[in-house]
């Protein structure tokens, strides 16, 4: 059974990232009733003086094949990420949009010789949106999402409720945060010959199918990759995935998904930190039981066929 916490975690944007890696139009994934709060005179975690840890600038590019390539290192100094995310999802059928807002924490730790590095990240959502009725702490709203590589976690810290389930065989690992593994992927370290081996790639203008003021200003300085599942990929229900990555650093921006039954999801990162600069928990992005179970709720779930 597909729950909650396994599609946040496969996240989303199906794409991270980003790519929190994503719907239909932007302009239906945030109405103009919901407008996402940005400052659009500079980058999201981009501040005048672009501190060490940033990456370096990149190079102009101009196809999605020099893009993959781009990527391939951009982030392999990456070992620390934060974020602020939105992370909105729009079920066509039902004409429900569920909107959440965060937190991301995310770990990259390498692997042995030939091995894909270890990746940890935790998600939690202070503030929930459907409809006119929004959620947060003081109505007793708080969900933390945290995965190692084999474990997922779902926590609610005001419920003291902790269910831990085993998502891999024993032994083996998953990354949900590669572009089409979830629908709030991080784009980085991805390998270009395993994305067009799933995907055709392209190019195209990152002011492509923005609408929103606020949100275009942030296009208007991304490359963006639109990702369309092969024929032979057997990818049955994702039709597309955008990612924008900023073009002075390839950093992941926005993330969009549309799956074949017209549901969207629709994630953006603001306020990106990295490596010294990130800000991390540890207590908060382990998959282990809290050590003082007084009062808690605690459910732990092996991997089963």
Known sequence: MVTMSMLIARLVVGAAALVMGPDAP??????PAVPP???????????????????????????????????????QDIRRLSA???????????????????TLMF????????????????????????????????????????????????????????????????????????????????????????????????????????????LRAIAAKCYQLVLTPRADAGEQDLRSIRVWYQTDTLLPRLARTMSMADDESFVMLRDIKLNAEARIVEAEISTQPPTDRTGWNVTQEPYRE
């Open 107 to 214: 770990l990259s730790e390498p692997g042995a010789e030939g091995q894909a590095p270890t990746r940890r990240f935790a998600i939690t959502f202070d503030r929930y949106e459907i409809g006119e009725r929004l959620e947060d702490p003081s109505t007793g709203f708080l969900e933390r999402y945290i995965f190692d590589g084999e474990w997922l976690a779902e926590v609610r810290p005001l419920d003291k409720e902790f269910v831990r389930r085993q998502v891999v065989p024993p032994g083996q690992r998953w990354d949900p945060l590669a572009l089409g593994e979830g629908p709030f992927p991080i784009p980085i370290q991805q390998k270009r010959a395993e994305i067009l081996s799933r995907f055709d790639a392209a190019l195209v203008d990152g002011l492509e199918g923005v609408d929103e003021p606020a």
């Open 26 to 31: 932007l302009p239906t994934a945030i109405p």
């Open 84 to 102: 602020t995310v939105r992370y909105i999802k729009t079920f066509a059928i039902q004409g429900d949009q569920q909107q959440r807002d965060g």
């Open 37 to 75: 709060v940005i400052t659009p005179d500079a980058p999201v975690g981009q501040p005048a003086s672009q501190p060490a840890s940033q990456p370096a600038p990149q190079p102009a590019i101009t196809d999605a094949d020099t893009l993959l390539t781009a990527l391939e290192t951009a982030g």
